[in-house]
């Protein structure tokens, strides 16, 4: 079992930034850690995904070039940095882990409860 707590939501101004933890406990072993988010009414989506060592990094095209995901081993740490914020964005922002790599959320077996993420314009 892996226990995954986000922190680090709240509400931006348009333009603002933000970054997201996800501390991670109990039996880490785990490939990648992944960002989602789930918009009212709108299924979950990928945000962006690392391996553990950050050799591997993705990031869905809406958030290239704006959000940066990062690891910290040591600590069973992941981060989410998010800058530009876009009114788009607001979502509840989950992170979780898997044994494998990938985008979909079906590969992810830990997920943690969520952290709201809010931009105003």
């Known amino acids: 079992q892996v226990q995954l707590v986000e922190s680090g939501g709240g509400l931006v101004q348009a333009g603002g930034s933000l970054r997201l933890s996800c501390a991670a406990s109990g039996r880490t072993f785990y490939y990648a850690m992944g960002w989602f988010r789930q918009a009212p009414g709108n299924e979950r989506e990928f945000v962006a995904a690392?391996?553990?060592?950050?050799?591997?990094?993705a990031y869905a095209d809406s958030v290239k070039g704006r959000f940066t995901i990062s690891t910290d081993n040591a600590k069973n740490m992941g981060y989410l940095q998010m800058n530009s914020l876009k009114p788009e964005d607001t979502a509840v922002y989950y992170c979780a882990v898997t044994p494998n790599w990938g985008p979909q959320p079906a590969a992810y077996n830990y997920w943690g409860q969520g952290t709201q993420v809010t931009v105003s314009s």
């Open positions: 690392s391996s553990r060592s950050g050799s591997e990094k």
